[in-house]
């Protein structure tokens, strides 16, 4: 499936948040296997984030990015903000595994965090006998 790249960063904080939970063997496997195919792909959206922060920073004379409140300082805000919308709306190409809902059924999850995982979740297959 094709990720934008903050659907990627969501994904994977969301499956973190459930990598934590007691979950079945199955479910836990799948989750793991999910995170393992979306850390690449973070590690690289998280190295290009720092590399735009550190070229639009403001430095002080040590060279250092200036803090201010809780971020950093930016120089140029519509350009850093152009190239950073840019970045987080890349797409790219993930092979995940869908999780079956009833799976997470005993456990509570925000909604923020289904809404991040509903390309994944599946319904159980039920059969039906007459």
Known sequence: MKLKALDILNTYESLAKLADKELDLQTACTIAKNLQELAVTKEVIDKKRTELINKYAEKNANGTPVQEGDGIKITDVPSFMQHMNDLLAAETEVTLSPIS????????????????????????ETTCTQ
Not at 108 to 114: A, M
């Open 101 to 124: 809902k009833s799976a997470l059924s005993e456990i509570k999850i925000s909604p923020k965090d289904i809404l991040s995982l509903t390309n994944l979740l599946k319904e159980d």
